[in-house]
């Protein structure tokens, strides 16, 4: 890694649809060796969510993240949803001049990321699809969704460390789960609740995503208490030339409770698919 003095830092703020979307982007100053890098966070999380992968893939990347609505530092006065949001994503990498990038999606984030790529295919020079159906829903997807998932049980009050997307993170380290749980509560407003019944409602046209020409990586932890590996898998399967990674011992979040795993499986995949710019 490229020692961090020679990353440069900048975040600001873009008018969108009378919201005020926030961001964040960080890269080598002399301008990306590689493609860009969008991160789209989960319902749990939101831009800051990601540092650990921002400090990893900056001294080679121009790596932009962003704060869907009422999420981190981003208003919401309207409405919040997978469909609002890829617009907004639309609008902020026109805003930033972002050109084709590799575009990742964690859980609620990857209903943006696929929704981005299936409207901007020529956009996108690949995309990871993290713990995230994405919005693929099958009969066979319902039925092992149906099976597998129960409700997440909360302590009251809740316990430190505690959150559904990190299922078994605080016994492994209080410290980190505690990290999560802290970045998970900023916001002018979580709407985490309700984004994701709209995550339910919205499913992409299977059509589309199977004319999908964009290579794709699903990653995901093995023992996944929220989007089981099977149903990942299924979905896997309806995208052409898919590629499959899983990170066993981990839940919902690798790319935070596993990240340097994380991180290596997304920078193999990007060079296979995205070689570094002439």
């Known amino acids: 890694m490229e020692p961090l003095r ?22 080598p ?28 893939f900056a001294s080679s990347h121009r790596v932009i993240t962003w704060d869907q609505r009422g999420f981190g530092r981003s208003t919401r006065n309207g409405d919040i949803g997978p469909r609002p949001a890829v617009r907004d994503l639309t609008a902020l990498v026109d805003h930033l001049g972002v050109g084709p990038a590799i575009v990742v999606g964690q859980s609620m984030g990857g209903w943006c990321a696929l929704g981005y790529a299936l409207a901007h295919p020529g956009r996108v020079r690949a995309l990871v699809l993290a713990d995230t ?9 319902v039925e092992i969704l149906t099976a597998q998932v129960s409700p ?38 979580i709407p985490s609740l309700e984004a994701v019944a709209l995550l339910l409602q919205t499913q992409w046209d299977l059509d589309a995503v199977a004319a999908l020409d964009v290579p794709t990586l699903f990653l995901f932890g093995g023992s996944d208490n929220l989007f089981p590996p099977d ?28 990240a340097a795993e994380w991180n ?6 990007v ?8």
């Open 231 to 258: 149903a990942l898998r299924a979905a896997a399967s309806l995208v052409p030339a898919a590629a499959v990674a899983e990170i066993p011992g981990c839940t919902h979040s690798p790319y935070f409770e596993a």
């Open 6 to 27: 020679d990353v440069v830092w900048r975040a600001g703020r873009m008018e969108h649809e009378g919201e005020s979307i926030y961001w964040e982007e960080a890269g």
């Open 271 to 278: 060079g296979r698919h995205s070689p570094a710019e002439e």
């Open 152 to 189: 997440p049980v909360f302590s009251d009050p809740p316990r430190l460390g505690e959150h559904p997307a990190i299922a078994g993170l605080a016994q492994k380290d209080r410290a980190q789960a505690f990290l999560y749980q802290q970045l998970s509560s900023l916001g002018e407003e």
């Open 133 to 141: 159906l994405g919005g693929i829903f099958t009969p066979e997807i």
């Open 264 to 269: 290596g499986l997304v920078e193999s995949f």
């Open 29 to 56: 100053p002399a301008g990306p060796a590689r493609p860009p890098m969008v991160f789209c966070h989960g319902a749990g999380g939101n831009h800051a969510a990601w540092y650990q992968q921002v400090a990893h």
